[in-house]
């Protein structure tokens, strides 16, 4: 699953609902659940779309800072060259 | 001249008027702060939602919006945003003349969220075929019942109030499905997500249909959202303009008071100064 890349070793990743930012920023694992099951996504994952399911949302700063921790309803992530966009409760 | 206690009790009433256009005003202002600030959220949300929506490449027959042109009852739907109630100034009564211009009953149905709008057409003689009320919220509200009411139709046109600043409001119109179709063919090829280089959790098919329905529902919600903002910048515009006039009424109303209290004041000086010549004339002849 995982590719080569030639970048720093992180996401830059956008967590949204319509009207609240959860977390924009450098990120070094985000955490969800799909129907599959839970997930992780480090850098260098390969391009994913998926349709999330109710749960919790883990995004791991590469600051040393706490995790922002946020629930969702449902939602859309997206990770595109460790581009990650997580649109929540659409 | 009317008497001063008269006019002094519609001054109290005119006094009344004009406070309470104040606190109006004072919501209204609130309401377009608080607003506005989630219609910007909510249009960033919108936007990077679609760039990536825009990206699935998938069979353009396939989707939704097309099996809609194709598959629809050949009719077209106006769904007109309103305001659920009044004191919005003239901005629904513009919304439903912009409509009116292009309407042609033998070929459109419309649908219309909002009472105040739904008032103004009983007032025209108009009818609309479904009504929904507008919860006065500031968040997004269930459109399902309205995306399930319309999507019957090959054509969908809605008609929205906009917010441009404090002091105007216009009216727009957005095709849901042409809009749709246009910005999914937006993205370049360059930008395409497809099913050979992206792992699609659950199936392409089945995220790109969802995701259609998710953008409809979406663009529906932020035009009643961006209709809500306009409204609230109207209700301000109006309630500032009544507050102005009821001020005026009342800087008339002091002055006639006054008139009159002067009047009354001097017509019971004169009243006092003729009963004391009177007098004085009595007296004069005893002596």
């Given at each position: 699953?995982?590719?080569?890349?030639?970048?720093p070793?992180?996401?830059?990743?956008i967590?949204?609902?319509?009207?609240?930012?959860?977390?924009?920023?450098?990120a070094?694992?985000?955490s969800?659940?799909?129907k599959?099951?839970?997930f992780?996504i480090l850098?260098?994952h390969a391009?994913?779309?998926s349709?999330?399911?109710p749960?919790?949302?883990i995004v791991?700063?590469?600051?040393g800072?706490?995790p922002?921790?946020?629930?969702i309803?449902?939602?859309?992530?997206?990770v595109?060259?460790?581009e990650?966009?997580?649109f929540a409760?659409? | 001249m009317r008497?001063?206690?008269?006019?002094?009790?519609?001054?109290?009433?005119?006094?009344?008027v004009?406070d309470l256009?104040g606190v109006?005003?004072?919501?209204?202002?609130?309401q377009?702060?608080?607003?506005k600030?989630?219609?910007?959220?909510?249009?960033?949300f919108?936007?990077?939602?679609?760039?990536?929506?825009?990206?699935i490449?998938?069979?353009p027959?396939t989707?939704i919006t097309?099996r809609?042109e194709?598959?629809?009852?050949?009719?077209?739907?106006f769904?007109i945003?309103?305001?659920?109630?009044?004191?919005?100034?003239?901005?629904?009564q513009?919304?439903?003349?912009?409509?009116l211009?292009?309407?042609?009953?033998?070929s459109?149905?419309?649908?219309?969220?909002g009472s105040?709008?739904?008032?103004q057409?009983?007032?025209r003689?108009?009818?609309?075929?479904?009504?929904?009320?507008?919860p006065?919220?500031?968040e997004?509200?269930?459109?399902?019942?309205v995306?399930?009411?319309?999507m019957?139709?090959?054509?969908?046109?809605?008609?929205y109030?906009?917010?441009?600043?404090?002091?105007v409001?216009?009216?727009?119109?957005i095709?849901?499905i042409?809009s749709?179709?246009d910005?999914?063919?937006t993205?370049?090829d360059?930008?395409?997500?497809t099913v050979e280089e992206?792992?699609?959790e659950?199936?392409?098919?089945?995220i790109?249909e969802?995701?259609?329905?998710?953008?409809?529902?979406?663009?529906l919600?932020?035009?009643?959202?961006?209709?809500?903002l306009a409204q609230a910048?109207?209700?301000?515009?109006a309630m500032?303009?009544?507050k102005k006039r009821a001020?005026e009424l009342?800087a008339?109303y002091k002055?006639?008071f006054?008139?009159?209290?002067?009047?009354?004041?001097?017509r019971?000086?004169?009243e006092v100064?003729?009963?004391l010549?009177k007098k004085?004339?009595?007296a004069?002849?005893?002596?």
């Amino acid at each position: 699953m995982a590719k080569p890349t030639t970048g720093p070793l992180q996401l830059n990743v956008i967590a949204r609902s319509p009207f609240t930012v959860y977390y924009e920023g450098p990120a070094e694992v985000l955490s969800a659940s799909n129907k599959v099951g839970q997930f992780d996504i480090l850098p260098g994952h390969a391009d994913f779309f998926s349709v999330l399911a109710p749960g919790e949302v883990i995004v791991t700063k590469t600051d040393g800072d706490d995790p922002t921790t946020f629930s969702i309803t449902n939602g859309i992530l997206t990770v595109r060259d460790d581009e990650v966009y997580l649109f929540a409760d659409v | 001249m009317r008497r001063a206690n008269l006019i002094e009790k519609e001054g109290v009433q005119i006094g009344t008027v004009e406070d309470l256009t104040g606190v109006f005003e004072s919501i209204a202002s609130t309401q377009v702060a608080k607003v506005k600030h989630k219609v910007e959220l909510s249009k960033q949300f919108f936007q990077l939602l679609w760039s990536r929506y825009s990206a699935i490449r998938i069979d353009p027959t396939t989707r939704i919006t097309s099996r809609q042109e194709r598959e629809g009852n050949g009719r077209q739907a106006f769904v007109i945003i309103s305001a659920e109630a009044g004191l919005s100034g003239d901005i629904d009564q513009r919304l439903i003349e912009t409509m009116l211009q292009n309407y042609d009953s033998a070929s459109t149905d419309i649908v219309v969220l909002g009472s105040h709008g739904a008032t103004q057409l009983t007032q025209r003689g108009i009818k609309f075929s479904r009504f929904f009320q507008v919860p006065e919220s500031d968040e997004y509200i269930d459109v399902s019942p309205v995306i399930e009411a319309v999507m019957p139709y090959s054509k969908i046109i809605v008609y929205y109030e906009e917010y441009v600043s404090l002091g105007v409001q216009e009216i727009q119109t957005i095709n849901l499905i042409t809009s749709l179709k246009d910005m999914s063919s937006t993205a370049s090829d360059e930008d395409a997500i497809t099913v050979e280089e992206t792992i699609f959790e659950p199936s392409l098919e089945e995220i790109a249909e969802g995701m259609e329905m998710t953008m409809m529902t979406l663009a529906l919600n932020q035009t009643i959202l961006e209709s809500s903002l306009a409204q609230a910048a109207s209700r301000f515009n109006a309630m500032a303009v009544a507050k102005k006039r009821a001020g005026e009424l009342l800087a008339d109303y002091k002055l006639e008071f006054h008139r009159a209290k002067r009047a009354e004041s001097d017509r019971a000086l004169r009243e006092v100064m003729t009963s004391l010549k009177k007098k004085r004339q009595r007296a004069g002849g005893r002596s």
